[in-house]
């Protein structure tokens, strides 16, 4: 069983679309995270939520919205996508307190 | 100057060789530190885990923490083909959001 799990693996689309990433976790964490990995390889946080709130919210675009049905999904949607949104978005949960992460294998998002 | 640095490399190496890999830091509150492994097409897994100065062994592998310094490596004995991967340091203060701070990843290639 995948304890991370994200959808879709691979998304392709155009400027100016609307795409979402979907995120589940079967570890019973009570935080989840969005972060996102440049061609550079630096990861870097986008948002954090506990159970269901959203607690961080670094520099991101008010393009991407992220939402949280319930503590097992965290969702990310992004508005009219720009060249630069080309990354590796990867969703990770913990339980807060713990200094360790579980990653998902990453949604690959190439914009044309 | 980046919080946390990392030598990208590639570091390529025999079959069997010691690895060792670093990061320096320069925010002297970061109390937890963290080796991951991130295979190629896969979210990062976690390694090591540390708290604070001193060494940690984990079957081959040993984490080093020198806060003094704010230098922390990972040494991997009788490296392997299969141990080839990027492997990202991260740390974070006590206290703290517990959102880890990245290096952006040494890629290890390791050869027959």
């Known amino acids: 069983d995948t304890a991370v799990s994200q959808t879709p693996k691979y998304l392709v689309t155009q400027m100016g679309n609307d795409k979402s990433i979907k995120c589940e976790q079967n570890l019973g964490h009570d935080t989840m995270y969005w972060y996102k990995q440049d061609s550079k390889k630096f990861l870097k946080i986008m948002f954090s939520?506990?159970?269901?709130?959203?607690?961080i919210n670094e520099t991101v675009p008010n393009r991407f919205s992220p939402k949280s049905p319930d503590k097992a999904h965290l969702n990310l949607h992004i508005n009219s996508l720009e060249l630069g949104d080309s990354a590796v978005y990867f969703c990770?949960?913990?339980?807060?307190?713990?200094?360790?992460?579980?990653f998902g294998d990453g949604t690959r998002l190439s914009i044309l | 100057q980046k919080e946390v640095e990392q030598d990208p490399g590639p570091l390529s190496v025999p079959e069997g060789a010691i690895v060792s890999l670093n990061c320096t830091y320069s925010n002297s509150a970061f109390q937890y530190f963290m080796w991951y492994r991130q295979y190629s097409r896969k979210g990062p897994e976690l390694l090591m885990y540390t708290y604070s100065s001193g060494n940690k062994e984990d079957g081959r592998f040993t984490a080093q923490v020198d806060k003094s310094s704010k230098y922390i490596s990972l040494f991997i004995r009788d490296s392997q083909p299969s141990d080839s991967a990027t492997y990202l340091c991260?740390?974070?203060?006590?206290?703290?959001?517990?959102?880890?701070?990245f290096g952006r990843g040494t890629s290890l290639i390791v050869h027959p």
């Open positions: 990770a949960s913990s339980q807060r307190g713990s200094e360790s992460q579980h």
């Open positions: 939520y506990n159970n269901k709130e959203l607690i």
């Open positions: 991260a740390m974070t203060a006590s206290g703290g959001s517990y959102i880890p701070t």
